[in-house]
Every structure is written in C-alpha cells, then in structure tokens.
C-alpha cells in the first residue's frame, strides 16, 4: 500500500509569516527613512537590529521545539510578531519603533524556527520548502504593488507583517502540542537521542557559508530602493512595480524548482545558481535606467528562491530532527541582519557599482566550499544514533508444547497436549478430527 502524502499546509504558512519581514525589507527601511527623523544608515541600523533578534531566537530555540512544543511556539512567535510590528507602525517615538522592531523579529525568528523544524521532518523537505517561498513571494509581491497607492508614512509595511500574524493564528491549531510528552519513556527516549550533531564540518561549513551568503544578498536588497530612486531616477510606484514583478518571477523560478526536484541534484543547482546571481547583483548595482534596473533585479529574484530552497533542504538532510536546519536558516537570518547595514556603509564608501562588485566576488568565493558540502552529502544516509532503539521487556511465555487458552476470565486455564503422531498403520498427514478449525493454533 503506498503512503499518502499530504501537503503540511500548516507549516507552509509559519514559513510565509516568518519570512515575510526580510521580504519587505527594502521598503521597510526606505520608509523608515522617509517617514521618521532618520538618515539612510540610521534606518538599516533598525532594520539589522529587526533581523538580528530573528536570528537571535533561531538559535535559542534550535533545539527546543520539542521541549515547549510546536503549537505553543508558533503562537508566542505570531503574537510577538503582531505586538512588536503593530508597536512599531502606530508610534512615531524612535526608541519605541526600535523596541518593536525587536520584539517583532523575535517573534519572526520563532516562528521560522518551528516552520524549519517542521519541514526538516517531511518526506520531502524540498517541495515543503518550496511552497513556502511560493506563498511569501505571492503575498510580498502583493504588498509591493499595494503599499505605494496607501500613501505616506512609515508604518504600512510593519502592519502588514503584524495582520498576517495575526490571521494565521488559527492555523496553529493543526500542530502537534507537544512532540515530547512528560512520561518516563519519554524522558528516557529524549535522552537517549540526544546525541551530537551528525556532519558537524559539513553543517559548520554550509552555516558560515549561508551566513556571508544571506549577508552579500541583503546588502544589496537592503539598498534596491535607494538605487532604483537616486541611482536609476524612478518614481517609489516604478520600484514598487518592478519588485512586483520580480517577486512574481521568484513565483516561476520556485515552481520551476519544485517541478525540478532532486533530478539535478544540490550541487548544480546551488553552484551554478549562486554564480549567475553574482553576475545579476553586479548589474542591478551599475543599473542607472529602467531597462537594467528592472533585468538585474527580476532575473536575481528570479534565481534567489531556487538556490534558497535547495540549501535549505541540503540543511535539512543532514539532520532528520532538523537541527542544523534550524541553525543554517539561522546563520542566514545573521547574515540578512548584517545586510542592510552593511550595504549602506559599502554603497557609502565605494558608491552603488563599486558595491556591487565587491559583493558579487564575494559570492563567487562562497560558491566553492557550497558547492563542495552539496557534493559531499549527495549520498549520506541518516546516522544510525538517529534512529533510537526502544527495549521492549515481553512477558513470560509458555514453554513449547503446552498452549493455554483463555475461555472466562472467571476460570482456571485449561491446558492442553501436543497432538500426537500418526499410529502405526495410519497414512502419513491423517489425524483425528482433521476438519477441525485452525483458528485456536
């Protein structure tokens, strides 16, 4: 009988909230500039501190989602996420913005952690992984055309994120309470999988790898806003539409990705796709028209999420109980903190084009040891430590020859003898009663 093979619907939407704050971040801080009494610098400033405490609770939680349980961690994270974002949008008060842009990426971070988690455990973290991103590309692509027709001010981005937590809410429901139930047996399997991080040089590697992965691509998204205004001279709705756009390419390439699957394997396409996507940064950074504007940045959106949802299941594989998931989507959170603010002192310094070459051979750099950790674990098979093994204790069992059967719990067993062999003279395969039924043997 085959296996059925449902769609985690619940986790695709924690990973569509969890992620949909670095998917609006170039708008959040160009607002965030525009809006408040802030310079450019001061503003990714923000925006990094809002990514840094996401990625603070990804490695808090990373291996704590079965100790609180899912449903109760998906649920602090949404309404952390709600309370920080929505604090952070109704208030013109700068530390009170900073405050709640904390809370709401602690909030973020947690909910990333469980929907990681999650996934890490599916029969297929790739087509989990990619419908996710189908989901916060649709929606981020959504707000984008939507946010420049709500007019000035620096909160509409925040409350959007802080809605969206709030209306998937009730998906919580359809996630387990607790995957490690407070009994004896539990605590005993708890400690005895506890075992050590399998691949540690292959996950340390991909983390610190992810980390100046994430970092090189937010340092330019971090600052798309400013180039497409001042660098290219378009309007906010022009920007607005070609990240849209964009977006909506992110759409094909996942699915693309998702209709793929493993029949390229990891490495062709986290190598290859990482290499083009330099190229696309180093062309959306010299981008000074609509025309090579909008080609860098559709086309890197485009590879973006291809390239993301296969690291991320290559993360996924090298742990079933989805540690170092948690901890490489992590690393990457640190690196998209660092982004923006690392972008605005690069663009600062050496001007957009001159950033943009620095990044893109810095990603090519990284390609090399990706790649590698791809080809390395392209046939590893789970440890055996990961597998636990429960001693069953089984209770006295009859001796051979004597069987026992129980009419009425009332009265005395009643045993009975081995049949006999054929007598002398009696065909071989002939016995008394041979019509009887089987059934009591």
Do not use: K
Not at 203 to 214: D, E, K, Y
Request: include cysteine.
């Amino acid at each position: 009988m085959s296996a059925r093979t449902t769609t985690p619907w619940p986790l695709v939407a924690l990973f569509t909230a969890g992620y949909l704050a670095p998917y609006l971040l170039p708008t959040t801080v160009g607002r965030l500039s525009a809006g408040l009494p802030l310079s450019a610098t001061e503003a990714g400033s923000i925006g990094s501190a809002l990514l840094l405490s996401s990625a603070t609770a990804g490695f808090l939680l990373a291996s704590r989602v079965d100790r609180f349980g899912p449903r109760r961690l998906a649920r602090t994270g949404l309404l952390l996420a709600a309370a920080g974002y929505g604090t952070a949008a109704f208030t013109t008060t700068i530390p009170l913005v900073v405050l709640g842009a904390i809370v709401g990426g602690l909030g973020s971070g947690t909910i990333t952690t469980v929907a990681a988690t999650g996934i890490a455990g599916q029969r297929d973290p790739h087509r989990t992984t990619t419908l996710g991103l189908l989901g916060v590309s649709a929606l981020a692509g959504a707000l984008y055309l939507t946010i420049p027709h709500l007019g000035p001010g620096h909160g509409h981005p925040l409350t959007a994120i802080a809605v969206t937590a709030l209306l998937l809410l009730p998906a919580t429901r359809h996630l387990p309470a607790s995957e490690a139930p407070h009994t004896p047996a539990a605590r005993t399997l708890r400690t005895t999988t506890a075992t050590a991080l399998p691949h540690r040089r292959a996950g340390l590697v991909l983390a610190a790898a992810m980390l100046c992965w994430s970092l090189a691509q937010n340092s330019l998204w971090g600052v798309s806003g400013r180039i497409g205004l001042r660098q290219a001279g378009l309007t906010e709705v022009t920007v607005g539409a070609v990240f849209a756009v964009a977006l909506g390419a992110g759409l094909l390439g996942v699915i693309g990705a998702g209709a793929l699957g493993q029949r390229l394997g990891r490495a062709l396409p986290i190598g290859a796709g990482t290499a083009l996507i330099a190229g696309c940064i180093a062309l959306s950074s010299a981008a000074t028209d609509l025309a090579s504007f909008a080609t860098g940045e559709i086309t890197w959106n485009t590879l973006y999420p291809v390239v993301l949802s296969y690291v991320i299941g290559l993360a996924a594989s090298l742990d079933q109980r989805g540690r170092w998931a948690v901890l490489v989507g992590s690393a990457s959170s640190l690196g998209t903190a660092c982004g923006p603010l690392a972008g605005s002192l690069l663009s600062a310094r050496a001007g957009y084009p001159g950033m943009g070459v620095i990044l893109a051979l810095g990603l090519l750099l990284i390609t090399v040891p990706m790649t590698a950790v791809a080809l390395r674990t392209r046939r590893r098979t789970p440890l055996p430590q990961e597998h636990p093994v429960v001693e069953i204790v089984l209770d006295a069992v009859p001796a051979p020859g004597l069987r026992t059967t129980w009419r009425d719990p009332g009265r005395r067993p009643r045993e009975r003898r081995p049949h006999r062999g054929p007598r002398p003279g009696e065909p071989v395969g002939f016995y008394p009663n041979s019509y009887a039924s089987t059934s009591a043997r």
